[in-house]
T-cell receptor, first 113, second 116 residues
Framework: QKEVEQDPGPLSVPEGAIVSLNCTYS??????FMWYRQYSRKGPELLMY????GNKEDGRFTAQVDKSSKYISLFIRDSQPSDSATYLC?????????????FGQGTILTVHP | NAGVMQNPRHLVRRRGQEARLRCSPM?????VYWYRQLPEEGLKFMVY????????ESGMPKERFSAEFPKEGPSILRIQQVVRGDSAAYFC??????????????FGPGTRLTVT
């Protein structure tokens, strides 16, 4: 069983839709949660990071963490064609594993006009 | 503020040759991470380095792969005697501080290695 599971999609939505991207994890040691966006043949771009359970909002993006269920989500409001990319969740644990990010396999999102 | 820089962006090597990938972290960052992205797979952690120190190399293959981050100059990921299975995108990331800042990693554009 993978430590981090992410539905690879692909996910196709019309412009203006609300997008929900999700990851589940099995390792209770994960305490930090990140979302990255990766355009084709580019490096991942850090979108949001959070530590606490609950919601964190940044513009059109909301990250949600539920540690009791080992489940994290990223919501994109008013989606735009420029949001079309692969979205990666990533997680990190305390202690000596701080620097080691464990990624989901990524969800491919297409927002069509 | 320049981002993480990697070179070369594309590298072609024949089987058995050596590949050297370079990474310059963001200004002010002293921690470097290397990840590998194989086709149809997610990003996999390889190694975490500080200047002149390897902090965590738990993701590095046991043979042929090595990494360094010298006091001066870029971090180098070295792959000796490359095989076709080494063909992948190799990404470098850097972070601003140790401890809780290590999860705030910023990635470079990657080096795409092709082994023929």
């Amino acid at each position: 069983q993978k430590e981090v599971e992410q539905d690879p999609g692909p996910l196709s939505v019309p412009e203006g839709a609300i997008v929900s991207l999700n990851c589940t994890y099995s390792n209770s040691a994960f305490q930090y949660f990140m979302w990255y966006r990766q355009y084709s043949r580019k490096g991942p771009e850090l979108l949001m990071y959070t530590y606490s359970s609950g919601n964190k909002e940044d513009g059109r993006f909301t990250a949600q963490v539920d540690k009791s269920s080992k489940y994290i989500s990223l919501f994109i409001r008013d989606s735009q064609p420029s949001d079309s990319a692969t979205y990666l969740c990533a997680m990190s644990a305390f202690g000596t594993s701080y620097g080691k990010l464990t990624f989901g396999q990524g969800t491919i999102l297409t927002v069509h006009p | 503020n320049a981002g993480v820089m990697q070179n070369p962006r594309h590298l072609v090597r024949r089987r058995g040759q050596e590949a050297r990938l370079r990474c310059s972290p963001m200004k002010g960052h002293s921690h470097v991470y290397w990840y590998r992205q194989l086709p149809e797979e997610g990003l996999k952690f390889m190694v975490y380095l500080q200047k002149e120190n390897i902090i965590d190399e738990s993701g590095m293959p046991k043979e042929r792969f090595s990494a360094e981050f010298p006091k001066e100059g870029p971090s180098i990921l070295r792959i000796q005697q490359v095989v076709r299975g080494d063909s992948a995108a190799y990404f470098c990331a850097s972070s601003p501080q140790y401890g809780t800042g290590s999860y705030e990693q910023y990635f470079g554009p990657g080096t795409r290695l092709t082994v023929t």
